[in-house]
């Protein structure tokens, strides 16, 4: 018999045999995990160290599972159903092993089958390193969608970059952010399996030039090098369903790797410039893009990901007799935020330059192929790329893009007239402050639908960031309020809560979470109060021992935890919450607070700032100089702690939601896109202080006002004051507390008497405040007394904390893929 199965010819009953996978069962189990362990990682049971182990784990989940995801691509094959093709240039996914054994139903096996190998699988699960690919909420709602539509045996494929290192991991010196590389590939990646027989080129810069095809002048692109994207699939397991749909990561290879003549005459490093040179595409997430060479990277990164994509699915999910004018019907590309938005002219190249279709039939396609959804309100944030740069790196979807702009030009002067300023403001073609390509404009024309990720901020969408746009096309613009998946965020990150729930409900909440609206009639019994409330506390123990095993300082007992998780912005204001902290430090300590009536609390933050990101950095060394000065002072022990553990992840999230008792979503109101840490927070019971911001607004609708600390301006009153001219200053002088805590900075009370180490922030908050921190300050300490006296009252607050819960199943990923599919990709699941 041929050794491998897959040379058989095909007419051989191997070869056409099903995939089977291993029994489901413990002996089972253990025989194909001792299989792994002898030939995959070419050792014992005897001599294998815990990493060798926790390989050979992964790869028996990932033996149950692969024999699904072949029938799954048979079937997709044969049943042609349309395919939800999501774009994203970031999956935040966190750690894979549970969550596969959970959606597989082999958690209980594995245990047991681990167990009867003398190994405690606890022990295995620690190996596990996170793949940081993506910066932060971007990244895990992607990593949210696609398990929800593998949940839901929606036909999906997630694509996107297999990037080397991810977000960097963070550290601290002396309070400092300093970033070291995540190399997250380092033992090795047994979730995904390289397939290079499938790698496509991807060409770049070089000229375009006409010619004649049979009468018809048509353009090609004479490119001036390439390189090949290698595509690695990851499976993507639906919850208890047997679907297992694909993620398919690109790496970026060269297609000449190794020159022998210049390696053999003694240039050893120019021998692999080529490889080294491709390589870097796919090498780091979001490099640098502050030089020109930063920004060509990311482009390039762009650019790879998106080519390799949509020729992936053109030339090896649709048969070859695919007739193209029927593509609307088999796919939609969802562009997640402006990153993949490259794809628009690079499908037009395609159909039109490689498929010769027409011009205006491409385009039909096209617009039906495609939704955008844009994830920020923030100007700077909507990308452009230069003309010059486009021009010289991918000249024919300039060109392109030119046509498109062109012909959408003379719609707008047929729909409104000759208006120049409407017709310059609505331009894919930006003139100031250099000529560029501005592409959410670009993905609005080509898109079916663009979707903001909450009311509010879809509401922002149409009223002022894409205004002109939506007065064209008014049925364009729809809202899909973002979703987390509940089996990553409350099923696995907390079990005791999960048992209590099923406990009470029933299984099924884990794919239907609006059916959490019983929980609410219990929050008026005693006896579940109290066991919610010792859920709580247990996962508080629990995250003081990860915090202790990362060499960090445990949570204190009794204490309030109040918590600030998300990506360090300027917008989502941590100073706000530092203040906070200065104040009451400094209120303490001067005599201006009792402190026998401040509620004891610890404050956690986790955030990374981006490297470039001068301001940021500055706040994150702030927030750990006011930390250690307030550990050190015996006046507030027992009252105030500060924590910031460092490299902030999906792993580390999985354990501070589940203990959080405060949610800090505390941005200024009309500048967050939707937030998914409110919604996470909540769920897991955690009540919220915040602005009428993002999905916040849609949090204290669901779960009252009752249970939600409101406070600041709204947004009608954010651009009012705007208007009328914004001096921070005026709020610094026309309140004590707060004068109080910025003095206490700028004198050095945190930084050893050294009044230069923060006076680039304190200037910035009193000089310029973008994000109005000064303003809301009064209000937020209002609402910050409202807190507490509502925690004094623990059964009342732990009354609320079960309506949260009980209230958010709205916030599922599920609702959000159902939305989807209704609203804008008219795609349905498959059985």
């Known amino acids: 018999m041929p050794e491998n199965t897959s040379e058989l010819r095909p007419t051989h009953p191997l070869a056409i045999a099903p995939v089977v996978a291993p029994a489901a069962s413990v002996d089972g189990f253990a025989k194909q995990f001792l299989q792994n362990l002898n030939f995959d990682q070419g050792v014992t049971l005897s001599t294998s160290d815990v990493n060798d182990q926790y390989l050979a784990l992964a790869y028996t989940v990932r033996d149950y599972l692969m024999a699904r995801w072949f029938d799954d691509r048979a079937q997709q094959k044969t049943q042609q159903a349309k395919t939800v093709c999501y774009l994203s240039a970031e999956y935040l996914l966190g750690r894979q092993l549970d969550n596969n054994l959970l959606a597989a139903r082999l958690t209980d096996i594995a245990t047991e089958a681990l167990a009867q190998c003398g190994i405690d699988i606890d022990d295995l699960r620690q190996v596990e390193i996170e793949p940081g690919l ?167 990164q762009q650019y790879f990901f998106v080519a390799a994509s949509i020729a992936d699915f053109i030339e090896n999910v649709l048969p070859g007799d695919f007739d193209l004018e029927q593509l609307p019907e088999r796919v939609i590309f969802q562009l997640n935020d402006t990153h993949p938005v490259i794809g628009v002219p690079e499908l037009m190249r395609v159909l039109v330059d490689e498929k010769k279709l027409e011009w205006d039939a491409a385009w039909a396609i096209t617009q039906k192929c495609f939704a955008y959804t844009c994830h920020t309100l923030l100007p700077e944030a909507l990308e452009v790329w230069s003309v010059d740069l486009l021009g010289r790196l991918l000249p024919r979807h300039l060109e392109i893009i030119y046509r498109i702009n062109d012909e959408f030009l003379l719609e707008v002067r047929e729909r409104f007239g000759d208006d120049e300023m409407l017709i310059r403001n609505m331009s894919i073609i930006g003139e100031h402050p250099y000529r560029s390509v501005r592409m959410a404009y670009l993905a609005t024309v080509a898109g079916s639908k663009v979707n903001g990720v909450a009311e509010l901020h879809s509401q922002l969408l149409r009223d002022n960031v894409l205004k002109d746009f939506a007065a064209m096309w008014p049925d364009k613009f729809t809202n899909v309020t973002n979703g987390v998946t509940p089996r990553r965020f409350l099923r696995l990150a907390n079990p005791d809560l999960s048992a209590l729930i099923t406990e009470a409900l029933g299984a099924g909440w884990t794919v239907d979470l609006e059916r959490l609206r019983g929980l609410e009639a219990l929050a008026d019994d005693a006896d579940f ?137 505390i941005s200024l109101a009309g500048k967050e896109a939707s937030g998914t840490g409110n919604m996470k927070l909540a769920l897991n019971g955690a009540l919220t202080i915040g602005t009428d911001d993002g999905a916040n607004v849609e949090i204290r609708k669901l779960v009252g006002d009752d249970n939600f600390f409101l406070f600041g301006m709204s947004e009608p009153e954010v651009e009012a004051l705007w208007a009328e001219g914004y001096r921070p200053a005026d709020f610094y002088q026309g309140d004590e507390r707060l004068r109080s805590a910025i003095d206490l900075i700028a004198a050095g009370a945190f930084s050893g008497g050294d009044r230069t180490v923060f006076e680039p922030l304190v200037s910035n908050l009193l000089y310029e405040d973008r994000f109005m921190a000064l303003a809301d300050f009064s209000s937020y300490l209002d609402a910050q007394d409202r807190v507490d006296a509502a925690y004094a009252d623990q059964d009342g607050w732990v009354r609320a904390a079960i309506l949260n819960v009980a209230r958010s199943g709205y916030f599922s990923s599920d609702r959000a893929m159902r939305d989807y599919l209704e609203r804008i990709w008219h795609a349905t699941p498959v059985s």
């Open 134 to 300: 993506g910066n932060g909420g971007l990244g895990r709602l992607a990593a949210c969608f696609i398990d929800s539509l593998a949940t839901m045996s929606v036909p999906t494929i997630g694509y996107g970059i297999r990037y080397e290192y991810g977000i960097f991991r963070q550290a601290f010196a002396d309070g400092q952010q300093i970033e070291q590389p995540d190399a997250w590939l380092r033992m090795g990646s047994p979730w995904d399996f390289a397939h290079p027989e499938a790698a496509q080129t991807i060409s770049f810069a070089g000229t375009t030039e006409t010619y004649d095809d049979d009468g018809v002048e048509r353009t090609r692109w004479v490119p001036e090098w390439n390189v090949l994207a290698v595509p690695y699939n990851m499976m993507v397991p639906g919850y208890h369903n047997g679907r297992v749909n694909t993620l398919r990561l690109w790496r970026a290879v060269a297609t000449n790797a190794f020159d022998l003549h210049t390696f053999n005459s003694g240039d050893y490093v120019q021998s692999v410039r080529a490889q080294t040179f491709a390589e870097n595409i796919s090498k780091v997430l979001y490099p640098e893009d502050s030089t020109p060479q930063g920004k060509e990277l990311r482009l390039q």
């Open 529 to 665: 109060r109290e066991r919610f409330a010792a859920v709580k506390v247990s996962n508080k123990r629990r995250l003081s021992r990860v915090l202790e095993a990362r060499g960090e300082d445990a949570l204190d007992d009794g204490h309030m935890l109040d918590v600030m998780i998300k990506r360090l912005h300027e917008y989502k204001r941590q100073t706000l919450k530092v203040l906070h902290i200065v104040s009451t430090y400094e209120g303490i300590v001067s005599g201006r607070l009792d402190i026998a009536d401040v509620q004891a609390r610890t404050f956690l933050f986790g955030a990374k700032a981006a490297p470039g990101y001068g301001m940021a950095k500055r706040i994150i060394h702030l927030i750990n100089a006011v930390g250690e000065v307030v550990s050190a002072d015996e006046r507030v022990q027992g009252k105030l702690k500060v924590l910031y553990p460092a490299n902030y992840n999906v792993t580390l999230a999985e354990s501070i939601i589940p203990a959080a008792d405060l949610s800090e979503q």
